[in-house]
């Protein structure tokens, strides 16, 4: 588990909310406080959506919504005079973002023993802090996924110039 605090939370936010650059991620829940609470449960509704519209591109199903599915509806909730209280957004891995962290050399069994990969990002009055994690199918010692996934992540917001601390 990797701990990260974002250094600029206008520029963060800005990308979170106004860009596209976490788009790509599922969103396993989002609870936003302002004068109400807000909580959104990322699991789709399948019975809503057309047949194609619920599995990823390389056709495994899709049980939970894109963050560009909920961004406006977060956006909006977030977007105001005040800052929110706080906001704990749960972001996740698609299938394919989750083999892009395996190399071909990766040891399978480990692959399939990953159930998901977690980047929950807490915003108090305290600043953002940005946190990893991994649920397993199946227990492991093994710390290699968690540490690949790490990696991922600070190469991520390096990439997308988000300025952050390891803490």
């Not at 800005?14 to 449960?41: H, N, R």
């Not at 699991?43 to 591109?57: P, R």
């Not at 990696?151 to 390096?158: A, G, S």
């Amino acid at each position: 588990m990797l701990a990260i605090k974002i250094e600029d939370l206008k520029d963060f936010t800005s990308k979170l909310l106004l860009q596209p650059v976490f788009d790509e991620f599922s969103v396993a829940q989002a609870e936003i406080v302002t004068g109400t609470t807000i909580v959104i449960d990322g699991h789709i509704n399948a019975a809503f959506y057309d047949t194609d519209e619920c599995v990823y591109s390389d056709g495994s199903p899709r049980n939970f919504a894109y963050w560009s599915e909920l961004r406006e509806t977060c956006l909006q909730r977030i977007r105001g005079k005040k800052l929110p209280l706080s906001f704990l957004i749960s972001l996740m891995l698609t299938p394919a973002q989750q083999r892009e962290i395996f190399s071909e050399d990766a040891d399978s069994d480990l692959f399939a023993a990953v159930e998901n990969f977690y980047f929950n990002l807490r915003y108090d009055s305290n600043g953002l802090i940005g946190m990893t994690g991994a649920s397993y199918r199946t227990f492991t010692m093994n710390k290699l996924a968690e540490q690949s996934f790490e990696r991922y992540i600070t190469d991520f917001l390096q990439t997308n110039d988000i300025a952050f601390l390891i803490l």
